[in-house]
């Protein structure tokens, strides 16, 4: 065999941290993902930063229902090549790779190929779709049998392969992929003997942030999809067990808080937070002048005195993105921390001063109330006038602490480090899904109002730090 492998590994139905945590070990070590369209993009973000990420739906450019063959074919291929190099292959499916993901395939070719392959399984839609809508698919005395089954040959050229007669005697009947042939199914189980007021729930993208959910019968659900425009990804539930989610879709009733800053699990919140990232930071394109300013610390023992790039006495980091890629640059430059040797560190607040903790820094201020205000504060009861700060920071970053530290006396040297832009693409959103919006910075305010607008009145605003309250207050007051 290859000593190159492949892991098949189901990457949840579609909230990004539904995935195992085995599969996300697995992730974390791959030299190649190759994921379906249907994958959450944050679940990439867990791969390693060097991994080739591959979307298998996007090799062939025909539409799904003719191109599927051509295209699994090159997902096989495209498996085996990359093994046969010697890497570690993840196959990255939606939900479970052996329920309706065409692993059969997959497994073929690969055990044709003497490829060695590892299965991880996931969580299929079947069951996220009950358990986020409250609908127990088996219940004493209602259900004791379950058929999953697929939609997709529901048309008359494959009419023969689904035994709707065997399946209308089932309990409960969990269909995929049969929003478009919905009508057909419908009269086939009604056909074969299943009652017209037999109940109907119809999942649709479920365990997002959009998931929606319809209710009826075999008589009157078509009428409602088309009312409400339902399309797929979309599971369908038949059966007496619906009716249980009048009393168990905690869903539906949990507080749903939408998080808009970059690291939602910093923020432990009752309810559930969905999270969308208002911001983006990137690294900048030239990094002359901060490596400038790297150079004269490690080098300030050649200086003179009347050199404009003295030492610092202090640097204060005002966020953990900027104690990053300081060291990114310090470490690329072939420095380390004895470059900052003398100098003191002042840290904004805890998540600044533990990414220092990173770099082996411990730093010498973290001021009690965790903000620019807090930070000028404390700093004004120890450093003299004039004294050095180099202050590191993103190219939008609020001018409020240099104004600050500035009024106290000291030399303030601000060096951009990182770059915090809008992310391309931001979701479509139904704002009045949220009962709470988090705002963790005024670039997430802004961003937010320009690509969404103002939210409805009834939904709870909440703002990190006085800086980021003070950004949203003014946007209240420009539209009052």
Request: net charge positive; aromatic share 8%.
């Amino acid at each position: 065999m290859s000593s190159g492998k492949v892991y098949l590994v189901g990457a949840g139905p579609g909230a990004p941290d539904l995935i195992t945590l085995k599969g996300l070990k697995i992730l974390h070590q791959a030299d190649v993902v190759i994921y379906d369209h249907l994958v959450d993009r944050k679940i990439l973000e867990y791969a390693k930063p060097d991994a080739e990420l591959i979307c298998g739906d996007e090799l062939f450019e025909e539409k799904y229902i003719n191109g599927f063959t051509k295209r699994q074919n090159l997902i096989n291929n495209l498996m085996i090549k990359k093994a046969k190099q010697n890497k570690m292959v993840v196959r990255l499916k939606n939900g479970d790779p052996m329920i309706f993901a065409r692993a059969n395939e997959e497994l073929e070719a690969l055990t044709k190929n003497k490829i060695e392959f590892v299965i991880i399984p996931g969580v299929t839609a079947a069951t996220a779709a009950a358990c986020y809508s409250g609908i127990p698919l088996t219940v004493r005395g209602v259900s004791s049998s379950i058929v999953i089954t697929t939609g997709h040959e529901a048309s008359e050229k494959n009419n023969g392969f689904v035994d709707w007669n065997r399946i209308s005697q089932i309990d409960t009947i969990v269909l995929y992929m049969a929003v478009e042939n919905l009508t057909e199914i419908i009269n086939e189980l009604i056909n074969s003997g299943k009652k017209e007021d037999t109940p109907v729930a119809i999942v649709s993208n479920t365990t997002k942030l959009n998931q929606n959910i319809i209710f009826g019968t075999l008589k009157n659900i078509r009428d409602r999809v088309k009312l409400e425009k339902i399309s797929a990804p979309a599971i369908v539930i038949i059966g007496e067990v619906v009716k249980k989610e009048k009393k168990f879709n905690w869903f539906k009733k949990t507080k749903k808080t939408l998080f808009t800053g970059i690291s939602s699990e910093r923020y432990f919140e009752n309810g559930l937070i969905f999270h969308v990232p208002m911001i983006e930071i990137k690294q900048l394109d030239d990094y002359t002048e901060l490596d400038n300013w790297i150079k004269n610390l490690s080098n300030r023992h050649k200086l003179s005195a009347i050199n404009y790039k003295l030492p610092f006495d202090w640097i204060v980091f005002s966020s953990r993105f900027g104690v990053f890629y300081f060291f990114k640059r310090l470490f690329e430059l072939r420095e380390d921390t004895r470059s900052l040797k003398g100098i003191k560190i002042a840290a904004i607040g805890s998540s600044t001063a533990n990414k220092l903790k990173e770099y082996g820094i411990i730093a010498d201020l973290i001021p009690k109330k965790e903000c620019s205000d807090g930070l000028i504060n404390e700093l004004k009861k120890i450093i003299e006038p004039s004294t050095k700060i180099l202050l590191p920071r993103s190219d939008i970053a609020d001018k409020g602490l240099a104004d600050g530290l500035k009024r106290l006396g000291a030399k303030i040297y601000p060096v951009v480090v990182y770059r915090n832009v809008m992310p391309k693409n931001l979701p479509e959103l139904d704002l009045n899904f949220f009962d709470e919006i988090i705002f963790s910075s005024p670039s997430t305010v802004r961003n937010f109002i320009k690509r969404y607008g103002k939210p409805p009145e009834r939904i709870k605003i909440r703002t990190i730090g006085p800086v980021t309250e003070k950004e949203w207050n003014k946007y209240e007051s420009i539209k009052k």
